[in-house]
């Protein structure tokens, strides 16, 4: 008898075709509670940056929204400030390097602020706009760029951090 293979994992298999399509059409503003949830954090790690209180999970939070704003963007919605992505994401490399000399006190200047400032009101539009399938592409998009190691990794004080952020 041949040996079973233990890598071997079915496929999931979707049992409502047409629920699953249309949820992918939905609107991402029209799931109250998920796109409240994603605003509230957002604004909640950018106030806690301005006040001076932020420690790594917000940095993280800061980093992930501007992951998805690129990839929505790279993806048409917001092709626009693709240009003004390389600039928000060069303030938040900068802030977060700074932030991990100094032990994890994250404090920024006026052009990180505004920088970041524009990076959540585009992240919020996004959301208004997109599909519930446009952000699933955005996440595959961003995990495919991670595991090929095209991304800039923050030093930290022990070495290189690798953990997506």
Request: aromatic content about 6%; overall charge positive.
């Amino acid at each position: 008898m041949k040996k079973r293979n233990k890598k071997y994992r079915p496929k999931p298999v979707i049992r409502d075709t047409v629920a699953f399509v249309l949820s992918g059409m939905r609107r991402v503003a029209d799931l109250k509670e998920p796109y409240l949830m994603a605003l509230l954090r957002t604004r909640t790690a950018l106030e806690r940056l301005r006040t001076g209180i932020a420690d790594k999970d917000d940095i993280g939070r800061l980093m992930a929204m501007l992951n998805l704003a690129e990839a929505l963007a790279v993806h048409g919605l917001g092709k626009d400030h693709l240009d003004s992505l390389v600039e928000i994401q060069n303030h938040l490399f900068e802030l977060a390097t700074k932030g991990v000399e100094r032990g994890y006190r994250f404090t920024m200047n006026a052009a990180q602020w505004q920088a970041l400032k524009d990076l959540v009101d585009l992240h919020e539009a996004q959301l208004d706009a997109c599909t519930v399938y446009q952000i699933e592409q955005a996440v595959d998009f961003i995990e495919r760029h991670q595991r090929s190691g095209n991304v800039r990794l923050v030093a930290t004080p022990k070495g290189i951090s690798n953990e997506p952020t």
